[in-house]
Each structure stands twice: as C-alpha cells, then as structure tokens.
C-alpha cells in the first residue's frame, strides 16, 4: 500500500486500507475496523464511501489504531481538514502544511505548488486551451494577455506560460511554438472537489461578467426554474456529465477560432419539503 503521504484523500487511503486487510485476513470486517477506532461501523462505511467526514475529535484515535508517527499524525490531521475545508482560505492553509509535513520525508519527492496553484486563477486553464489554436512564441506575452476576455496583464500571462511549462502541461516545440502536452484536463485523485472549488467560482463569476462583457449573439447564457423531486438528481447529473463529454469531442469541421468556458449548474434555490435532507 502505498505511504500515507503519498494520499491527498484521507478518505481513499482508509479504503484502500479496508480492502488490502481485508484481502489479507478474511475474517477482517469493516464492524471490528469500527470498533477497533471506536467509530460506528455504518458512519465508517459512509466515509470510505466519501459522503461522511470524520469529526476532529475521532482523527486522534484513528492515528492511535495506525500507529501513526508524529510527523503521520499531523499529515493526517491536516488531510482531513483539508478534505472538509471549504473556503479558499483554509484550503490553501490546510495544502500548505500538507506540502510542509511531506517536504520532510527524503523518500518523497517534493510535491510542487504549481499543481495546486493551476486551480487558482480561470486564465491558467483559458490559455491552455488557448495554444491549441494560437500561435504562441516566447515573450510575446503582452499579446497572448490581451487575447484573453477579460484581458490579464503580461505579467500574469508571463507567470502562467511559466507554470503550464513546470507542470508539462504545454511544451515548446523546434519551431518556437508553445502547444498543449495534452488536449483537455481534468481533475485527479489527488486534487480533492474542495481544492478545485476556487476555479469553478472564478468560472461562475466570469458567467456573470460576460453578461455586460460580450455581445449576446456571442455568448449563449439561459437559465430555468423547475420543481423536482431530490432523487432526479443523480439522472440530471448523469445527463450532464454525459453532455459536458459531448461538448469536448465537438468538431464542427471548422476551424477553431475562440477559447469558450462552458458552466452548467445546478444548484437549489428553496430548502427541501417533507423533512428531507
């Protein structure tokens, strides 16, 4: 199994756990895995699922059953909240002593910031997208910058070239040309929904922005109010999911001229009747 620091989901890592025990030892079930960290074995199952977090007060019993060291225990520690955190406040705190504890350990290599730091500004992931039809060349950032809607500055277009390069996420190729190491990018295990929630508003609040930014026949913004039941939630995500892959295979048989950001949410706007949560 691999070593705890190597988890940036503490809730995987449990799993993982689960099953390589219970792999080894037949007799091995998730009610004696419980008992053994005094959690109820239901509430246990919910958070190797990933939809239940542990309380801060049962983090110290759970190191104790691993016989976590000290420099583990803090990790740990720090992995939960950091999966629990919601603000970009406390995810950034909560990254930074995850990558401090973990720096530590000479049998791991550094992990790097600038993963997480893509996350952090919509303009890392619009000019990604954006050197797949630009001809981009060293130092012409002042171009590349105001070819962005809203334009960034060429400091910041300077700073993202830099770390789309650190992340091999684009390459410069013979001819002087920065293009994209892989077409699309998606989130991984190791970055939590949490850790990507900072993008996704900086993505809403440009929905917003384009609403007096761009000419309407440019954009295509809509939006409807329905009543629905709680469990055609999981229907409605499926279709979704299923329309954003659509959106990325699109070819028109045109030639690609504009980088678009497409949102789709689906948020409630009334709290649930009948007592449901």
């Known amino acids: 199994m691999r070593h705890l620091f190597e988890y940036f989901d503490y809730q995987k890592y449990l799993r993982d756990f689960y099953e390589e025990a219970k792999q080894a030892d037949p007799y091995m079930t998730l009610r004696y895995w419980s008992e053994c960290m005094g959690l109820d074995h239901g509430f246990l199952l919910k958070v190797t699922q990933g939809k239940h977090h542990i309380a801060k007060r049962s983090i110290a019993e759970v190191c104790r059953y691993f016989k976590f060291t000290e420099a583990e225990s803090r990790y740990f520690e720090a992995l939960v909240l950091y999966n629990k955190a919601k603000s970009a406040a ?12 973990r720096t530590r350990d000479p049998r791991l290599k550094p992990l790097e910031e600038c993963q997480y730091a893509f ?3 919509w303009y890392h992931s619009a000019i990604h997208a954006l050197l797949s039809i630009y001809e981009f060349r060293e130092g012409r950032y002042k171009n590349l910058a105001l070819h962005l809607s809203p334009a960034i500055t060429t400091e910041q277009a300077k700073e993202s070239i830099e770390l789309l390069t650190k992340l091999d ?4 190729g013979d001819d002087g040309i920065y293009r994209p190491a892989d077409l699309y990018v998606t989130s991984g295990e190791r970055w939590t929904p949490a ?3 900072t993008f996704q508003k900086e993505a809403i609040n440009l929905s917003a922005q384009s609403l007096d930014a761009h000419p309407k026949e440019t954009r295509d913004i809509s939006t409807v109010t329905v009543a629905l039941s709680q ?7 499926d279709r979704i999911s299923k329309l954003r892959k ?6 028109s048989g045109k ?3 504009v980088v678009y950001q497409v949102n789709i949410q689906v948020i409630p706007v009334t709290v649930p009747l009948g007592g449901k949560k």
Do not use: C, G, H, W
């Not at 469990?231 to 995500?237: K, Q």
């Not at 659509?246 to 070819?251: A, P, R």
């Open 119 to 121: 996350y952090q500004k």
């Open 246 to 251: 659509s959106i990325l295979m699109f070819n």
């Open 255 to 257: 030639e690609r001229d």
């Open 231 to 237: 469990d055609d939630l999981p229907e409605i995500s």
């Open 169 to 172: 996420m684009i390459r410069r």
């Open 195 to 197: 850790a990507v929630r």
């Open 90 to 101: 406390d995810i950034k705190t909560y990254f930074e002593k995850l990558t401090a504890i």
